[in-house]
């Protein structure tokens, strides 16, 4: 059973345009959810996260949205740059003794100049 | 600061073998985490230490997969009569404690061939 779900592997869009990286999760308990973006042949990094409690959080370019009852959330990055080419993970994380991260698939964004 | 290390980067071997995968988190860093990703996958969670306390193992697919994590810090990987469906980037990820707000940080993988 897949808990986190992103169900495009892939996103092209132009500089300067928005993008918009979906997730669907089936997991109520997840207290957190987080975004890692990762480049070829280096771990994950930490991108952006959002507790359940809120529905909204904003960094810089890069802002997460949430709608607990469609059990969704989104990352829009405004505006898109070539560096943020790289595969986008959504990440839910269960509150409790250990707060292991469930991922989805990944979403490769490609922004063309 | 230097951030989480792993070796080796790469790494084949054959069916059969036992392999170990080494992993140093960030210093004082005091919770890990392994995961795993198969081609075409998510991260998928292995095992969970924080501490002296008894790791979580739940996520560990076969009872061949077994870690440990000395003295605090560094942490190995083991896979006992590797099988080709064990290919995967193997993932370490450090937290400063393992609380709900805490930024997991990665290392950059192992890359695990079983031919």
């Known amino acids: 059973d897949q808990q986190v779900k992103q169900n495009s592997p892939s996103l092209s869009v132009q500089e300067g345009r928005i993008s918009i990286l979906n997730c669907d999760y089936t997991?109520?308990?997840?207290?957190?959810f987080l975004w890692y973006k990762k480049y070829p042949a280096e771990g994950p990094t930490f991108l952006i996260s959002?507790?359940?409690?809120?529905d909204k959080n904003e960094d810089g370019r890069f802002t997460v949205f949430l709608n607990k009852s469609a059990k969704h959330l989104s990352l829009h990055i405004v505006p898109s740059q070539p560096g943020d080419s790289a595969v986008y993970f959504c990440?839910?994380?269960?509150?409790?003794?250990?707060?292991?991260?469930?991922f989805g698939k990944g979403t490769l964004l490609t922004v063309n100049p | 600061g230097a951030g989480v290390s792993q070796s080796p980067s790469n790494k084949v071997t054959e069916k059969g073998k036992d392999v170990e995968l080494r992993c140093d988190p960030i210093?004082?860093?005091?919770?890990l985490y392994w995961y795993r990703q198969s081609l075409g996958q998510g991260l998928e969670f292995l095992i969970y230490?924080?501490?002296?306390?008894?790791?979580?193992k739940s996520g560990l697919p076969s009872d061949r997969f077994s870690a440990e994590r000395t003295g605090g810090s560094v942490s190995t990987l083991t896979i006992q009569r590797t099988q080709q469906e064990d290919s995967a980037v193997y993932l370490c990820?450090?937290?400063?404690?393992?609380?709900?707000?805490?930024?997991?940080?990665f290392g950059p993988g192992t890359r695990l061939t079983v031919l």
């Open positions: 990820a450090s937290s400063l404690l393992p609380l709900s707000t805490d930024t997991q940080y």
């Open positions: 990440a839910g994380r269960l509150g409790g003794s250990n707060y292991k991260l469930t």
């Open positions: 997991n109520s308990m997840f207290d957190y």
């Open positions: 230490f924080q501490g002296n306390s008894a790791p979580d």
């Open positions: 959002i507790s359940s409690i809120k």
């Open positions: 210093s004082g860093h005091t919770a």
